[in-house]
């Protein structure tokens, strides 16, 4: 069986006033912080870490992003934190780390399993059906492994309930379904993830499925290509199967892939230490006059701390004050912090690659620091950098769309054609609106375009300035709301923003000879023209006596998440 990476909840216990009583516990993949105790985290630790094991084993499939995971020991002091009322536990990811918290009450419960494994399959290269990571998570949820077997697939009698209760979806809606269709959802979910990995005549087709939707095959042709019927037959081949469902005993995977708890570090946190990662966390789950009160304390408390200081930076960064950022910021560094988040922060400010470098130096794994520099390096023409930039955010975050598509441009730019398209097919398969469909389909038709043919320079020959790309003698800047291909030639409609007094206004210009139109992209993202109705900030220049287009130059916005 192959599989990919998952989503984590775990448990962290105690009174965030009692700051002194806080731990740190982590392993390479996992970092728990908590007040309820070390054995509480010994435990969820090796848990994770058991389970992380199972999947890289049947999978192939890991992931360098870390996961810190806090754990109250107090109820009430976790719901200060939480961000839906009705969760026991939850899962957020941010630009460079993801977050599990629950409390110790629900620690060890597959609750907390059910929420790591998300986040495994968030970080899995392969884009699973909907329905899978809902069901892998729950069916993985309840697993216990001992020395020598593992015990997988235990029953969920909610889930027998619902089904024995409720009408089921069909195989259409299950594939096109999410959490929103409740209970029976999770629950035919679950089922049919567990019937296809544990019940003989289905189980033996699993790794094939997995193998064709990693190659972008359609879910439902990789469905009959690897059980031989299609997904309606399976389901019904399911309302016999939940009659008899039970769990099943294997053998466990090696017991050197996991981390010996003894080399587990262990850290008891200071006052300010304790109190700053809560700020954080406070800051990162939107609870904006938690996290203040949070920051001030650890700086009144703590004036020469160079920690709070940064801490100091990022609130004034949330509050939207990026002078005072930028000044905490400095101060931090000045005083010798070394905190590849805060280095990164200050980068954005101040439009810095060497910042950039720098985080990295930090922690090699800051993905979206190898995304900018792999598209600022793109820009640059240093293709080689740019291409070793984005193989890296990649894999360190594999279902971002956009780092997808910058390494597949990069690649193409580079001349590496072949390259390109395999990136366009990883874009296409991470994409989740349908205009990254579009560009995606459009990186890969620039990928499949045969290059022109570069011939030696010979001297003393002089080339025509017919030949050379024609230079426009006007120029406009707003926004391309329309490309309409049903005339000839293609027209572009450009709206351009209103002055004192007055109504914005369209220009018409047109594309007489595409492969005579030069395409720029200011930050190394590629853009290729797609038919219909647009929004996005362009400069052209053009012909004034004709409308004829020679040059346009996309502005995309890259949002970073604070």
């Given amino acids: 069986m192959r599989w990919g990476t998952l989503c984590v909840l775990a448990v962290i216990a105690g009174k965030a006033s009692t700051a002194s009583t806080w731990i740190r516990i982590s392993s ?56 839906d009322p009705a969760a026991a536990a939850f899962y957020k990811a941010d630009e460079d780390r993801d977050f599990i918290v629950l409390h110790e009450g629900i620690a060890l419960k597959h609750f907390a399993a059910h929420e790591y494994l998300h986040m495994v399959v968030r970080h899995s290269s392969a884009v699973l059906p909907r329905w899978m990571e809902e069901g892998v998570p729950e069916f993985y949820s309840t697993l216990s492994v001992s ?48 019937m296809l990995s544990l019940s003989p005549g289905w189980s033996e087709g699993m790794p094939e499925f997995l193998k064709l939707l990693t190659a972008g095959t359609e879910q439902d042709e990789a469905f009959t290509k690897a059980f031989g019927v ?37 850290t008891r946190l200071s006052p300010i230490d304790s109190t700053l990662l809560l700020a954080d966390l406070a800051l990162h789950t ?33 509050e939207d004050r990026k002078e005072d950022a930028h000044r905490e910021w400095e101060r ?25 470098e720098k985080t990295l130096a930090i922690d090699p794994n800051f993905a979206v620091a190898h995304f900018l520099l792999g598209v600022r390096a793109t820009d640059d023409g240093n293709f080689p950098a740019a291409i070793e930039h984005l193989r890296q955010a990649v894999a360190i975050r594999p279902r971002r769309f956009s780092f997808w598509h910058a390494l597949g441009y990069a690649q193409v730019k580079s001349g590496d054609r072949q390259g390109g398209a395999e990136s366009a097919r990883r874009a296409a398969l991470t994409a989740s609106t349908g205009q990254e469909e579009e560009i995606a389909a459009a990186l890969t038709l620039l990928a499949a375009e045969t290059p022109t043919t570069v011939h030696e320079k010979r001297p003393g020959v002089i080339t025509p300035q017919s030949w050379q790309n024609r230079k426009g003698d006007a120029r406009v800047e707003g926004t391309l709301t329309e490309v309409n291909c049903d005339s000839l030639p293609v027209r572009l409609l450009v709206s351009v923003g209103a002055a004192k007094g007055k109504e914005a206004k369209t220009i018409e210009l ?7 139109v030069v395409l720029v992209n200011a930050e190394g993202i590629s853009t290729t023209l797609v038919c219909g109705e647009q929004s996005r900030l362009v400069a052209v220049e053009y012909l004034a006596a004709t409308k004829e287009i020679t040059r346009i130059e996309f502005k995309p916005v890259v949002i970073i998440k604070r």
């Fill in 28 to 83: 390479p993949s996992v970092e728990i912080v908590t007040d309820s105790g070390e054995s509480t985290a010994r435990a969820v630790l090796n848990r994770f870490e058991m389970l992380r094991r199972v999947f890289r084993e049947s999978y192939a499939a890991d992931s360098a992003a870390p996961v810190r995971v806090f754990i109250f020991a107090s109820e009430h002091e976790f719901e200060k934190f939480r961000t």
């Fill in 147 to 194: 020395t020598e077997t593992m015990h997988v697939g235990e029953v969920i009698e909610p889930y027998l309930h619902w089904l024995a209760s409720q009408l089921w979806m069909d195989a259409e809606d299950l594939a096109l379904g999410t959490p929103r269709d409740g209970s029976i959802f999770y629950a035919e979910s679950w089922a049919l993830v567990h």
């Fill in 230 to 266: 299609p997904m309606e037959d399976a389901l019904v081949a399911l309302r016999i199967y939940v009659k008899r469902l039970q769990h099943v005993t294997l053998p466990a995977p090696p017991i050197q892939a996991i981390e010996a708890p003894e080399k587990y570090q262990v």
């Fill in 286 to 318: 939107e609870h904006r006059d938690l996290a203040r009160s949070l920051f001030l304390r650890a700086a009144k408390d703590n004036p020469q701390s160079p920690a709070a200081a940064a801490g100091l930076g990022a609130l004034a960064l949330a």
């Fill in 332 to 356: 931090a560094i000045a005083m010798g912090y070394r905190d590849a988040n805060t280095y990164f922060q200050l980068a954005m400010l101040k439009n810095d690659n060497s910042l950039l």
């Fill in 510 to 516: 047109s594309v007489e000879d595409p492969t005579g």
